[in-house]
């Protein structure tokens, strides 16, 4: 065998087992003092845990045995031997246990060397040879040199009390104490494999704390090392059984790691991404709902009555503040929905777990609170999903962290729809008792509560019952109701379905809500801001103004039998410049399958005014400084620009000395045309009509053609509607004063803001930038047609001066026409004012029909037209105070200092740069005046394309009142009056 040095012992062949010897064998040579072997290093490290030895001193020249006479090693001090630390060599791999040294290798280097080795369990012990005395003298190291003494050189025995378990990492025990040199024999080494270090090395400086713990496992309790393997059998690992209690812990240690799971996963989780949605979601403010919401329109007459209401496409809708609503209301709703409002978070985890307890179980009740139903009702999201219900969650609980309760009780409480159309609290209370929120008792609050969760259920007689018993027993628990009110309530009786409806709609005309609704678009509120407001609209519209236009209208068209005639009545009041009564004519009629079907407003539609534009060809005419004592040549069929042009009516000629004065009075159409034509020009005509108020296109509908002299007769391509004449000749009501028509006199929302207030209108001069200048024109108007009503066979209101004038366009024949069509019209008009009100009234036929009254013969302006409007201002203006017209100079020549005659006319005054012209001769056997004019009169000989008319053929052209205007655009003139 050879030692760590390679050496082999002496007869002995290499790496040959050693025998044992036998007693008195020798022993054979020993190692030389100075080369002796070394003591193998102490065993590996004890468990970890166990206390730690003292580093035992290395020796200085080998281990010392005891003398022979001793019966057992001797320790050189102390009660336990020294154990010196070896420092970590060839460490067992990390996570398999290290192996002790079987109990029969105890104290022997070389098995420790083994073990230090990693090689698992040792192979059999090798003997000493036999006979060899041991330290004591007795051979195999016993005291006797018996197997019982301590063993042999370079053997230990196992320590006293008993052999470690099977398998266990015990070191051996300490080295003996140093001997003398001289009394050392030679150990006795077997040969070992080892993994590349020497055996006998003694590297005390390397400490191991491994080789440590596995030293002092030998000292520690059996108990401790339960759960450790017993080692390797058969390739397999096999643990020792675990002891009851062992079981429990670890079965409480299982339950544990299953609770603190499910901890994480259903409150950990949730809570963490119920914060995370918590601070993403935006939340619905009522404010920001409330401006979102469609609202009925509210229109008021003048006097701030209502007038009617237009409920939008969603329903009904009145949206209230927190402080409109009664606690008797918020009370019931609570009842019925969430009687823990008040205190709650936003959510109720009870209700939410009895909701899912009544799906389960197929019972109902949902757990939303009022919170989040007003979420559902303010984002329109009622989706049956996960997504929306936890969105939901954390959006009612933002709400309530971030909003007042007050705001949201009352925001749910104007969305949330209760049937009949009746979205919020305000609209069901007039849709179920017509009354306003404010008066509900108990008993009612209690039935529109119990609607919320079957708003379609109203005509179910049980249904109703059984909610209004539910929501009042609830008041009674939640103390907000007494037993003895309890007991003594009754279900209350709902008005008939529809019933509201017909008291909203109230006594609107539609053709007024069109004309108001247009005008608010033009100042840029369109239906869908009104609605969003819940525009509140203050109209000019005097309730009875409007009352007598219609009946007027009517009573003058009853009896007739031309069923073409149609008719419209608008009056303005000067002063503000509001309409005050609209009437278009009927708002339905019937088609030709006998359906009803929206009639045409005639109001609003534009027709050719006639001689009713005359007032604006004088308006020009005062603008140049011309006087009403101006004389033109009134007689019948002038030439006038190539055209024969006749006066209609009965009076077919005021002489050819015919002031412009009473060229109006008797509506002579030879002067006027004579005017335009000649002096002011057509564009005059349109700029003064413009100015009193006509709207023309785009703004509005009139048109003013200004391509021929047509404007002054109002044919053509001239064309106004009623509105525009009311809202004109108001301008000379109000003495030269403009305030353009309007039917809106202040806007509010539904909580009654001012979005804007024209109540007082505004108003500028007319005519001129200098109001008296404006003034004198008007007032020269107005003295102008002053005489036109007793003229027209018409009175003013008694104690009210009026002025005013008629107008009749002709009915322009077709082919095929009777020959007494020649002389219809088809259009009539007669526009007229008193200082507090102008109105205009029309009668006529849809487009170019010819009218006829009920005896036949043909209308004029002073047939239906005329009485109409003399009723109207009569039976308006009866008990009001009187007015007169305030009194203006005149201008230019005064007509009443012109003495005129009947054979020559004698050339007009000079009262500016420019002279009106003579007058033509071609209707005349006088001679005529010299022209005065720088500008004279155009001529042409074209000849007119039919004869007779207002633009008749010469001197033999037809009975008066016949004829048609000239030609424009290839179209024949029509007739005038």
Same mark, same amino acid.
């Given at each position: 065998m050879n030692d760590d040095r390679n050496r082999s012992w002496p007869s002995q062949e290499p790496d040959a087992p050693r025998r044992a010897r036998r007693p008195q064998e020798d022993p054979g040579p020993a190692w030389p003092a100075d080369d002796a072997p070394r003591r193998p290093a102490p065993p590996r490290r004890p468990p970890a845990g166990g206390p730690r030895p003292p580093r035992a001193p290395r020796a200085e020249a080998g281990p010392e045995w005891p003398s022979g006479d001793e019966g057992a090693p001797q320790w050189p001090a102390a009660d336990e031997p020294r154990r010196p630390q070896r420092p970590p060599q060839n460490r067992a791999p990390q996570g398999r246990p290290p192996q002790g040294p079987a109990p029969q290798d105890r104290g022997s280097a070389t098995r420790a060397s083994q073990i230090l080795d990693g090689q698992g369990a040792p192979p059999p012990r090798r003997q000493p040879p036999v006979g060899r005395p041991g330290p004591n003298g007795g051979p195999n190291g016993g005291p006797n040199g018996g197997p019982t003494g301590n063993g042999t050189q370079g053997f230990r025995q196992p320590p006293p009390g008993g052999r470690p378990p099977q398998g266990r990492r015990v070191p051996p025990p300490p080295p003996p104490p140093s001997y003398p040199e001289t009394d050392r024999e030679p150990d006795l080494i077997t040969h070992a494999a080892h993994n590349g270090y020497a055996p006998y090395d003694d590297r005390y400086d390397d400490h191991d704390p491994y080789d440590e713990e596995t030293r002092l496992a030998q000292y520690s309790d059996d108990a401790d090392f339960e759960d450790e393997p017993e080692g390797e059998e058969d390739g397999k690992k096999n643990k020792t059984p675990l002891s009851p209690m062992q079981r429990r812990k670890r079965r409480w240690k299982i339950v544990r790691r299953v609770l603190y799971a499910m901890f994480g996963l259903f409150v950990v989780v949730p809570a963490i991404a119920f914060v995370i949605t918590y601070f993403l979601v935006d939340v619905p403010s009522p404010q920001d709902?409330? #401006? @979102?919401? /469609?609202? +009925?329109?509210?229109?008021?007459?003048?006097?701030?009555?209502?007038?009617? @209401?237009?409920?939008?496409?969603?329903?009904?809708?009145?949206?209230?503040?927190?402080?409109?609503?009664?606690?008797?209301? @918020?009370? #019931?709703v609570y009842s019925a929905e969430d009687a823990s409002f008040e205190t709650? /978070?936003?959510?109720?985890?009870? #209700?939410?777990?009895?909701?899912?307890?009544?799906?389960?179980?197929g019972g109902t009740g949902g757990g939303s609170t009022i919170s989040q139903q007003y979420i559902k009702q303010a984002t329109k999201n009622d989706a049956p999903t996960l997504t929306r219900k936890w969105t939901e969650l954390a959006k009612s609980f933002k709400l309530n962290n971030e909003t007042s309760k007050s705001d949201i009780i009352t925001g749910y409480l104007n969305i949330v729809f209760f049937g009949r159309g009746a979205n919020g609290i305000a609209a069901a209370s007039k849709a179920y008792f017509g009354k306003d929120v404010k008066d509900l008792n108990a008993s009612e609050a209690a039935l529109l509560a119990g609607m919320i969760?079957?708003?379609s259920r109203d005509r179910d007689t049980a249904y109703v019952q059984k909610r209004w018993s539910y929501v009042m027993d609830q008041m009674v628990a939640n103390h907000w109701l007494s037993p003895a009110d309890r007991k003594a309530a009754q279900l209350p009786t709902m008005i008939p379905r529809d019933a509201q409806k017909k008291?909203? #709609?109230?006594?609107?005309?539609?053709?007024?809500?069109? !004309?108001?609704?247009d005008e608010l678009k033009d100042k840029g509120y369109d239906e869908d801001k009104l609605y969003s407001t819940g525009a509140k609209i203050y109209t000019t519209i005097d309730p009875n103004a409007q009352k007598i236009a219609v009946q007027s209208v009517q009573d003058n068209m009853q009896g007739q039998t031309d069923e073409n005639l149609r008719g419209a009545l608008v009056a303005v009041d000067p002063r503000t410049g509001g309409v005050l009564a609209y009437y278009g004519g009927p708002t339905t009629v019937k088609n030709s399958a006998g359906k009803d079907v929206l009639a045409t407003d005639w109001a609003n539609t534009p027709q050719n005014p006639g001689s009713s534009m005359k007032a604006y060809d004088l308006t020009a005419w005062l603008k140049m400084g011309k006087g009403l004592g101006e004389v033109f040549d009134g007689t019948n069929n002038r030439e006038l620009g190539g055209r024969v042009v006749r006066n209609a009516g009965e009076s077919a000629s005021c002489g050819p000395q015919c002031t412009v004065k009473k060229a109006m009075e008797v509506s002579a159409n030879t002067v006027f045309y004579d005017m335009v034509l000649n002096w002011t020009k057509p564009a005059r005509v349109a700029e003064a009509a413009k100015e009193a108020g006509v709207q023309a296109a785009p703004k509005g509908k009139a048109k003013l053609g200004t391509s021929d002299a047509n404007i002054a007769l109002g044919g053509g391509a001239t064309v106004v509607t009623p509105e525009d004449m009311a809202a004109g000749y108001s301008s000379f009501a109000s003495g030269g004063v403009r305030r353009d028509q309007h039917f809106v006199a202040k806007l509010t929302n539904s909580q009654d803001e001012v979005i804007f207030d024209d109540t007082a209108g505004q108003a500028k001069p007319a005519f001129d930038d200098n109001a008296d200048k404006s003034k004198q024109i008007a007032g020269n108007v107005t003295d102008a047609l002053g005489p036109v009503i007793a003229e027209s066979h018409l009175k003013c209101p008694s104690g009210h001066e009026c002025a005013g004038k008629t107008g009749t366009q002709q009915y322009d024949p077709q082919d095929g026409d009777p020959s007494s069509y020649k002389d219809r019209n088809a259009q009539t008009w007669m526009v007229g004012y008193t200082p507090s009100v102008s109105a205009a009234v029309w009668i006529g036929g849809d487009g170019n029909k010819p009218l006829h009254d009920q005896d036949g013969n043909p209308i004029f302006g002073k047939t239906i037209a005329g009485p109409a409007w003399q009723d109207f201002l009569t039976n308006y203006l009866k008990d009001k105070p009187s007015e007169k017209f305030d009194k203006v100079d005149p201008i230019g020549k005064d007509a009443d200092e012109v003495v005129t005659s009947s054979k020559t006319a004698p050339p007009p005054r000079q009262t500016s740069s420019e002279q009106p012209p003579p007058p033509p001769t071609t209707s005349s056997s006088s001679e005529p005046p010299p022209s005065t004019s720088s500008h004279p009169p155009s001529s042409t000989t074209t000849s007119p394309t039919r004869p007779g008319g207002i633009?008749?053929?010469?001197?033999?052209?037809?009975?008066?009142?016949?004829?048609?205007?000239?030609?424009?655009?290839?179209?024949? +003139?029509? !007739?005038?009056?």
């Open positions: 709902v409330l #401006a @979102k919401q /469609s609202q +009925p329109i509210t229109f008021y007459y003048g006097d701030k009555s209502v007038m009617g @209401k237009v409920v939008p496409q969603g329903g009904n809708r009145e949206l209230l503040q927190p402080n409109q609503i009664p606690e008797v209301v @918020k009370h #019931a709650n /978070s936003g959510f109720n985890v009870m #209700a939410i777990l009895r909701s899912v307890f009544n799906q389960a179980t969760q079957g708003p008291e909203d #709609a109230g006594t609107l005309d539609y053709f007024i809500q069109q !004309r108001i609704l633009f008749g053929g010469g001197t033999d052209g037809g009975n008066p009142g016949s004829g048609g205007g000239p030609v424009v655009n290839g179209e024949p +003139p029509r !007739r005038t009056g």
